[in-house]
């Protein structure tokens, strides 16, 4: 946690992943970020994973160290709130449709410098997740060795969008500083998923070759990138982009000789050329296979960080948690009260700032928890009138009896 964004306040209403991401962000970096949910919770309050209570771990880390309203948005009172809330703050980070009682037109009236940031799945509006819109960019069809589709399990193009969200959000405060002008950014997942593959050549490649590109299992394309197994079992990846990588890892398995006759008989030269090395690869290949299958993990390992070779073994997402350098020794984590009552270590901000202490992560809050205190605080509703909203469901508040 870091205080860069102190003084932001941001009202989100928004579920799943991509549009909390974006607050989560925010949050991470110091903003004020208020969520607000139906009462009882929105529809990923209990997402898996969730513990034998049925409390998300999912959620309860997707919403650190922001604040909790509770409404009832099925009820006009109660999205007339949240519709005061939004223009009493002035930035809203939503997934709600374009349309309707969040649309940017009505919550800006009154407030013609409001920002809104509307995470989408289709342009158009059409609802669309992470894993129909992968299947719609063709990235399936390229994964695994083939024929049939491999989803990937990360939802990657939700966590590019959460990020996008949290940075035009930055980028639209920083034009109404100049100009006073407020206005909609709208951030579809089709559109990022289509602009990333444009950003990496994808679209160039597909229409300048008009072919897919072939099945390549766990090789990397256009790269010496893949995976091998050593003599005691272990799958290690290796990946090759500095030409002092590649003639370091020749000189780790004594290939020097072998990669030399090769080139010979083939009138190529490897040493700088990425491409020559991925296009040899039928030759190259084997002669890894059997280096590699000849020597213990451990004893490479050790070669190939002298070297300062790019490797990993495959391990299991259990084995990756207690590595110490990525959890217990790692600074992003810390500790932090987690409504949940399962303790466990907590991320915060993945940026580290030398100059600056790093505060630990926060909590989630519980549904409803900080109702009082916003409605109070941004709407100057009395307790009288938070009473009477409490008493007819139209406002909710945490029960700490969870």
Not at 119 to 128: H, L, Q
Not at 245 to 250: G, K, M, R, S, T
Not at 361 to 377: C, K, T, V, Y
Request: glycine share 10%; charged share 20%; aromatic share 8%.
């Amino acid at each position: 946690m870091y205080d860069l964004l102190a003084g932001l306040s941001v009202i989100e209403a928004s579920s799943f992943v991509a549009s909390p991401t974006a607050g989560l962000y925010c949050a991470q970096m110091g903003a004020e970020v208020i969520r607000v949910d139906q009462i009882g919770g929105g529809p990923d309050f209990r997402r898996w994973p969730v513990t034998a209570s049925n409390d998300s771990l999912y959620w309860e880390n997707l919403n650190r160290a922001k604040k909790s309203v509770a409404l009832d948005l099925g009820r006009p009172e109660g999205r007339e709130l949240l519709q005061e809330l939004v223009r009493a703050t002035g930035q809203f980070v939503t997934n709600f449709p374009v349309g309707g009682f969040l649309s940017h037109d009505k919550l800006a009236e009154g407030r013609a410098d409001l920002i809104t940031v509307r995470v989408m799945g289709w342009a158009d509006g059409s609802p669309a997740l992470d894993y129909t819109v992968n299947n719609s960019v063709g990235y399936p069809m390229l994964t695994g060795a083939g024929p049939d589709p491999v989803n990937h399990v990360l939802p990657a193009w939700d966590l590019l969008t959460g990020a996008y969200a949290a940075f035009a959000l930055l980028a639209a405060i920083q034009r109404r500083s100049v100009s006073g002008e407020g206005g909609e950014v709208r951030i579809p997942l089709s559109d990022v998923a289509i602009g990333t593959v444009a950003n990496l050549g994808g679209v160039a490649e597909m229409l300048y070759s008009g072919e897919n590109r072939p099945r390549l299992g766990n090789a990397v394309y256009g790269l010496f990138g893949r995976d091998f197994v050593t003599r005691d079992g272990r799958r290690t990846m290796i990946v090759v982009v500095t030409p002092r990588q590649w003639a370091n890892l020749i000189a780790a398995l004594n290939l020097g000789e072998a990669v030399a006759r090769i080139e010979a008989e083939r009138g190529v030269s490897f040493a700088a050329d990425d491409g020559l090395r991925f296009e040899h690869r039928d030759a190259l290949y084997p002669l890894f296979e059997a280096a590699i299958a000849a020597r213990d993990h451990d004893d490479l390992a050790a070669a190939f960080d002298a070297g300062g070779i790019v490797h990993s073994p495959y391990r299991t997402m259990v084995e990756a948690v207690e590595d110490p350098a990525l959890v217990a020794g790692n600074p992003i984590f810390g500790n932090a009260h987690n409504p949940s009552g399962f303790a466990y270590p907590a991320a915060g901000a993945f940026a580290t700032l030398p100059q600056r202490d790093r505060q630990p992560p926060r909590a989630a809050p519980r549904n409803g928890e900080h109702s009082e205190e916003i409605l109070a605080d941004r709407l100057s509703l009395s307790s009288a009138e938070l009473a009477r909203l409490i008493d007819a469901g139209i406002v909710g508040i945490a029960n700490y009896g969870d």
